[in-house]
């Protein structure tokens, strides 16, 4: 019996991503609405690699599967670094979308000098059993366009250029962005670990 995964996310974007990421694995993927797992994780951390860790402990808690979780921000050069760990909470309340968090980018970083270079950046967390705990992570490198490009992925995604792609990362296809995405090489650092440490029966 191959060993199960949970994923800790509800985003539908990050789902695809990571299914896609993982499905070669001898493992099977499950998702918190297959086990009627809805939880609230609060993002109190001060890094990246806190937030993970605190989603990726809460899902294994419940579930008692193990689990992986990450955290990922958009810091730009010209904001000091801004949104970053605030990216999914760039735009304050209940219910606000991505395209009104790429508006408040767009509208921030009026009037500053372009290029308006940028990177993603994305830890991924492992909690396979209450002591076996694994980091990665990865990031990718760009710059923030003045308008949106694109009809993929989510988030900043469409705002989001690639200079080596000459696209953004709206604009690339699910192969593409799980060549280069920050995402993508989190999770690729990540996998040897995994694989070493999740046997049948987990």
């Known amino acids: 019996m191959s060993p199960r995964l949970l994923i800790a996310t509800t985003n539908p974007g990050k789902r695809e ?3 896609d990421l993982l499905s070669s694995l001898p493992i099977s993927l499950v998702f918190p609405d297959q086990l009627g797992l809805s939880l609230s994780v609060d ?9 993970a860790l605190l989603k990726a402990r809460a899902f294994f808690e419940q579930s008692r599967i193990p689990t992986l979780a990450d955290d990922t921000g958009l810091e730009v050069d010209a904001l000091d670094g801004r949104p970053g760990l605030h990216s999914a909470r760039y735009v304050p309340g209940i219910g606000v979308s991505d395209a009104e968090r790429r508006r408040k980018l767009v509208a921030d970083l009026a009037g500053k000098p372009r290029p308006w270079t940028a990177h993603f950046h994305c830890t991924v967390a492992l909690v ?6 694994h980091l990665a992570g990865g990031d990718v490198f760009g710059e923030i366009l003045p308008e949106e490009r694109g009809e993929g992925g989510f988030g900043y995604d469409r705002l989001f250029y690639i200079p080596e792609y000459r696209k953004t990362m709206a604009e690339l296809s699910l ?14 650092v990540a996998i040897p670990y995994l694989l070493e440490h999740l046997r049948p029966g987990s």
């Open 175 to 188: 192969a593409e962005k799980n060549m280069c995405s920050h995402r993508a090489r989190a999770v690729k």
């Open 128 to 133: 396979l059993s209450p002591g076996l705990v």
């Open 43 to 51: 993002e109190t951390g001060a890094t990246y690699a806190e937030n």
């Open 17 to 19: 991503e990571l299914t």
